[in-house]
């Protein structure tokens, strides 16, 4: 079921994991969830019955087990629709359910352990001009990409702790290699280069796609692709194309929304809300099943320790 990608053109889904060592699909307690389409603004108001949801109130905070759903779930099947374009952890089971949390302002669930997610230790490794000069030590690689300008490198800067650690820059097109960062020893943050700057020309931007895709089918040690969207812009094609791209490449992606405190700043009427909607709501359509998705700024630091959480699990769960 989870394979069969609609039209014959849309991605299949990004989700499951690739496992080390190995393609194979797992999560196979997910088949018992209905396949639909139905877009998450429903769905994130079921899972939050009365309450808003985290795109309507962005800051509020929904660390809390969902006992309504615990409540039901045994005799009320239907309830698991709660769940349908939520991210459950890979390594769950259906018994799991009921005592996930959900993190804020994210569809991503985590279990009810407290784990040691943070950063404790992170260093620059190395600048590769070739994806054949990238680390071949196996370590899990956790690789950031986006428009330039969307705030990778910040990004990376905010969840390492480190103000000038990836280089940032107001001008489009500062990272131009992949640069690899060990982080505790155990695992990398990788930056790469942005695409779709203005007035780029051709033999760079061909460049991008040889070098940076190659990245991605190349790798294996990449555990997920990390797509950050502006969520205080419109959705962009580029970026909708982007994450085609890799679901058609089965690469698995968790869309990161960046500048999520720009909550002001209105563009064509649309708030950050509605572009974080809309954006999910065209995603929707090319992806089979809902990939992860979560908001967040580098300048509040708003998502950044739930999104090290989510990073820590399906660490935990590729390294299994
Ligand atoms: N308001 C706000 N600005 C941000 C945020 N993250 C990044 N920026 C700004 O966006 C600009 C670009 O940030 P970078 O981190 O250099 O972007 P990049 O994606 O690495 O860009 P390239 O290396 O060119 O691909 C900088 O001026 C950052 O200060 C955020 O969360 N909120
Ligand atoms: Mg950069």
Request: hydrophobic fraction near 35%; charged fraction near 25%.
């Amino acid at each position: 079921m989870q394979q069969i990608s609609k039209l014959g053109r849309r991605p299949p889904v990004l989700w499951p994991l690739l496992k080390r060592n190995s393609l194979r699909l797992v999560r196979p307690h997910l088949l018992a969830f209905p396949h639909c389409n139905s877009n998450l603004t429903s769905t994130a108001k079921s899972a939050h019955k009365g309450k808003p949801s985290p795109l309507e109130k962005p800051d509020i905070v929904t660390h809390e087990p969902m006992t309504e759903l615990k409540k039901n779930l045994a005799d009320n099947k239907a309830h698991l629709d709660a769940f349908k374009d939520m991210f459950v952890p890979p390594s769950a089971s259906i018994a799991d359910l009921p005592s996930l949390k959900r993190l804020p302002s994210s569809n991503i669930l985590v279990g009810p352990n407290p784990v040691d997610f943070r950063i404790k230790q992170s260093l620059f490794v190395q600048a590769s001009t070739r994806v054949a000069d990238c680390p071949k030590d196996g370590l899990p690689e956790f690789a950031f990409v986006g428009r330039s300008n969307v705030g990778k490198s910040s990004l990376i800067n905010a969840l390492a702790q480190k103000k000038e650690f990836a280089e940032t820059s107001k001008k489009p097109g500062k990272t131009q290699v992949i640069n690899h960062y060990l982080v505790n020893k155990s695992w990398y943050l990788v930056d790469l280069p942005g695409y779709g700057f203005a007035n780029v020309p051709t033999d760079v931007r061909s460049t991008w796609n040889t070098f940076t895709k190659g990245y991605f089918l190349r790798s294996d040690s990449l555990v997920c692709v990390l797509l950050l969207i502006d969520a205080s812009i419109p959705p962009q094609s580029i970026d909708l194309d982007c994450a085609d791209w890799l679901g058609q490449n089965k690469v698995p992606i968790t869309v990161v929304f960046t500048k999520c405190d720009k909550t002001r700043k209105k563009i064509d009427g649309k708030k950050l809300e509605d572009n974080v909607r809309e954006f999910l709501r065209l995603l929707r359509k090319s992806y089979d099943q809902m990939p992860p998705w979560i908001m967040t700024s580098t300048v509040t630091n708003h998502g950044k320790d739930s999104l090290l959480q989510h990073l820590h699990t399906l660490r935990n769960y590729w390294s299994e």
